[in-house]
């Protein structure tokens, strides 16, 4: 049973770089078959999928933030990591770290959008 | 990429059945069958209810189905119980980013 905790900075200035670490317990970061996953949801609105990165170390963005976006994985400390550059008040959510199972075919390997370990959220405020 | 379409609201009274629809594209939900639904009460995390249109995860009670039909997805609560108020969401693999896109949430309310 995997377990997920988010942890950082909860207010960060606009124009700075948003850093958020996901330290995941119950199973390795480096095993096949999983999504490591950044999803937010500002306050009152719904979720938003900011990116994952896979086994591999391969990543897919939401195209809108795509320029502003680095996911990464720290194989040693068993975490993930999120950075979110240039941030504005429209950054202003929360993050959610999660895992779900990805499907490979040839040699190419992709979620379906099935996230079934969350971790419980952590609010990042961007304001000066 | 655009968020999936749902209805802002539904509602149901204990005992009664109500479905959620989600509307989206050939690049997304039409063209694949990995739709998922999500359940979330306030302040909590997500639940993963339904994958795959039709699959429920482990432990999740057997009033909650899915199904598909074109561009649109739909989870169907029987039976509905107070503790099934809640925000409700549905995602998609899209091929547009090869990535995930969500629906913009549901408030059920039991009435």
């Known amino acids: 049973q995997l377990q997920l905790q988010e942890s950082g900075s909860g207010l960060v200035k606009p124009s700075q770089t948003l850093s958020l670490t996901c330290a995941v317990s119950?199973?390795?970061?480096?095993?096949?078959?999983?999504?490591w996953s950044w999803i937010r949801q500002p306050p009152g609105k719904g979720l938003e999928w900011i990116g994952y990165i896979y086994h591999s170390g391969s990543t897919y963005y939401n195209p809108s933030l795509k320029s502003r976006v680095t996911i990464s994985v720290d194989r040693s400390k068993n975490q993930f990591s999120l950075k979110l550059s240039s941030v504005t008040a429209a950054d202003t959510a929360v993050y959610y770290c999660a895992s779900g199972p990805i499907y490979c075919t040839g040699g190419v390997c992709y979620s379906h959008g099935s996230f079934d370990y969350w971790g419980q959220g952590t609010l990042v405020t961007v304001s000066s | 990429q655009s968020a999936l379409t749902q209805p802002a609201s539904v509602s149901g009274s204990p005992g009664q059945s109500i479905t959620i629809s989600c509307t989206g594209t050939s690049s997304d939900v039409g063209g694949y069958n990995y739709v998922s639904w999500y359940q979330q009460h306030p302040g909590k995390a997500p639940k993963l209810m339904i994958y795959?249109?039709?699959n429920r995860p482990s432990g999740v009670s057997n009033r909650f189905s899915g199904s598909k039909s074109g561009n649109t997805a739909s989870l169907t609560i029987s039976g509905l119980q107070a503790e099934d108020e809640a925000d409700y969401y549905c995602?998609?693999?899209?091929?547009?980013?090869?990535?995930?896109?969500f629906g913009g949430g549901t408030k059920l309310t039991v009435l």
């Open positions: 119950g199973g390795s970061i480096s095993s096949g078959g999983y999504s």
């Open positions: 795959d249109v039709s």
């Open positions: 995602s998609s693999y899209t091929s547009s980013s090869t990535g995930v896109v």
